[in-house]
């Protein structure tokens, strides 16, 4: 085998084609030490190849240390968060190739020159601290922004922009993981007849929501409480608007619009009679039983924290429709056949009984999430569909689940069966494992199938040499 291998692995193509396929998807943390040592491997990525096979070269860090790496070792990296703490930072000094790129300031006098290189594809803003009352170093980029631009993330104080901002065409979406005020959108310069799916305003104004009318590229909504009871029997939202969310129980929803798809809400808000609703949150405890006729028919996605037995749901209950389900406070048996056969995501962080019963999971999940579980698979059948599972620990049973997978992402929280965790996945067929402990764990021989080809640990301990599978290829560790 050794001759032939060396034959095709001197085809330059082919070399390349494989170093590409093995990082695949895969991060790689840099600074500059580690930049200095590695820079004859890391150049061997050009920059098409880490477009085409999402490989990504990472720095994070303050300003001050990426200006100190060299432009050469500079040029490697295509993913960039950056902490500004100076008064001033020259947005040119980004060079040209880097596709990700987050910033933020823990200084309030920071201001930008310059501009961002066109490269740019992903740009995150946070202006956490910045005083309202002047515009932001934000408004600087935001008035020029990269012709390349697909995604667009804001965490911006409510005037922090004065001056008209133009969107690229080339953007796809704009998303925060704060509030995004009126005062900062009304800036906003957008081409025609785009919409950004997860661009959201926050209605507390009579002058926001009619603002929010004429411009139909916003699908979400969140409206304060005040907002809520100012638009009651008034006002009606438009029908570009999917996705709303609003505070408390609103038993007056008139003003929500009969296009709705997507709703948070507080617990006693009426909703059997949304006949589109795709989504539903329901914040706070949800404290009677559900009941039939509840639940819109259309639902596929439902998060409420409910804590009630699930044998007394009769079929229908939970939709049929239904492919998410989060249930975090949830501890109460559960039986075979409640929950929904088209299930594909569900979460029970809270889970802690004893048994999982046959058939009480459906076949057809693909991310499940019960980190509070100590107990045993052993009566359960294969979930042959597992690609995502979070686990409280590396339970022996957990073969019994995994019996037919062939890749996993498996995160265990360590939260209890710290022992030898041997054998847990041995008899299993997995080919590739992406295997993530919280904290540190320690893993021993026979830990793993003779099947594995492809595995990255995060926070594991090798105890010897002969843990990891004759003919795996050890990504990252």
């Known amino acids: ?5 060396y034959l095709i692995y001197r085809n330059q193509y082919i070399r390349q084609l494989i170093r590409n396929l093995v990082c695949q998807d895969v991060s790689i943390r840099v600074d500059e030490e580690y930049l ?13 190849h880490k477009i085409d096979y999402n490989i990504f070269i990472c720095f994070k860090g303050n300003a001050g240390d990426y200006l100190d790496i060299n432009n050469s070792n500079r040029d490697l990296i295509n993913v960039v968060e950056l902490s500004i703490n100076d008064d001033d930072f ?3 000094e980004i060079h040209d190739g880097v596709r990700k790129l987050s910033l933020t300031t823990e200084n309030n006098d920071t201001s930008v020159t310059g501009k961002l290189p066109p490269s740019i594809t992903w740009l995150r803003l946070t202006d956490d601290i910045h005083d309202d009352h002047q515009p932001s170093y934000t408004q600087q980029i935001l008035s020029n922004l990269p012709s390349s631009l697909q995604k667009l993330e804001l965490n911006i104080p409510r005037e922090s922009i004065t001056i008209p901002c133009i969107m690229p065409e080339s953007l796809t979406d704009i998303l925060t993981d704060g ?7 009304k800036w906003f310069v957008v081409p025609s007849n785009r919409v950004y799916k997860s661009c959201e305003i926050y209605i507390d104004s009579v002058e926001s929501f009619e603002w929010l009318l004429a411009n139909k590229w916003i699908p979400k909504v969140r409206i304060t409480r005040s907002g809520s009871n100012m638009m009651a029997g008034r006002y009606q939202l438009p029908s570009h608007v999917t996705n709303v969310e609003v505070y408390g129980i609103i038993e007056d929803q008139s003003f929500f619009p009969q296009t709705l798809e997507a709703l948070s809400c507080g617990y006693g808000t009426p909703i059997s009679h949304l006949a589109h609703l795709k989504v539903l949150r329901i914040g706070g405890d949800y404290p009677i039983n559900l009941e039939r006729g509840v639940l819109p028919s259309t639902l596929q996605e439902l998060r409420l924290d409910y804590n009630h037995p699930l044998e007394s749901l009769c079929a229908n209950v939970l939709p049929l429709s239904l492919t998410e389900l989060y249930l975090g406070v949830f501890n109460q ?9 088209k299930l594909k995501t569900l ?3 809270n889970f802690r009984q004893p048994i999982l019963p046959p058939n009480s999971l459906p076949v057809s999940l693909i991310n499940l999430s019960i980190g509070g579980f100590n107990g045993s698979f052993d009566q359960y059948q294969p979930l042959d569909n597992l690609k995502k599972q979070q686990v409280n620990s590396l339970n022996p049973s957990l073969a019994t689940l995994l019996t037919n997978v062939k890749k996993l992402y498996l995160l265990v929280f360590n939260k209890g069966g710290n022992g030898d965790p041997s054998g847990c996945l041995y008899n299993t067929s997995i080919r590739s494992l992406y295997l993530e402990f919280i904290c540190e764990k320690a893993l021993y021989p026979n830990t793993f199938p003779l099947t594995l080809k492809y595995l990255t640990l995060v926070n594991a301990n090798l105890e010897s040499d002969d843990i990891i599978p004759s003919g795996c290829t050890l990504l990252n560790k």
């Open 347 to 349: 979460y029970m962080q």
């Open 333 to 341: 048996p559960l039986n075979a056949f409640v929950l929904p056969s």
């Open 1 to 5: 085998m050794t001759e032939p291998f």
């Open 36 to 48: 200095e040592e590695n820079h004859q491997y890391l150049a061997l990525f050009h920059n098409k």
């Open 90 to 92: 020259d947005l040119s």
């Open 179 to 185: 509030l995004l005020y009126y005062d900062v959108m």
